[in-house]
Nanobody
């Protein structure tokens, strides 16, 4: 059974930084880990993804060069480092995992992820 628990959200001023963590339990080998977010009144959107055991990463255009996804295999944790935050980054952030390292299905496709965390709120004030 895979479980995901996010932490690290909070309130930050525009231009600031936050570091989100997602601790996993259960199988992560040969999987893909992703971060998604959902703002009030909007649909959930893709943020970033990484193959757990490899170096492949993929980012939404809106966060590329500002956000970095990484994994700490020893701690079974995935990190989303968010820099130069903007008010439009305000959302509930979710980590998600799919038990496949193949990207035949786009890593941005939320329907391919079978496991989700409970979410952590990120609020960026202007």
């Amino acid at each position: 059974q895979v479980q995901l628990v996010e932490s690290g959200g909070g309130l930050v001023q525009a231009g600031g930084a936050l570091r989100l963590s997602c601790t996993t339990s259960g199988r992560t080998f040969s999987s893909t880990i992703g971060w998604f977010r959902q703002a009030p009144g909007k649909e959930r959107e893709f943020v970033a993804a990484k193959s757990w055991n490899g170096g492949s990463t993929y980012y939404a255009a809106s966060v590329k060069s500002r956000f970095t996804i990484s994994t700490d295999n020893a701690k079974n944790t995935v990190i989303l480092q968010m820099n130069s935050l903007k008010p439009e980054d305000t959302a509930v952030y979710y980590c998600a995992l799919r038990l496949s390292s193949s990207w035949d299905t786009a890593p941005s496709d939320s329907r391919a992820y079978g496991y989700w965390g409970q979410g952590t709120q990120v609020t960026v004030s202007s």
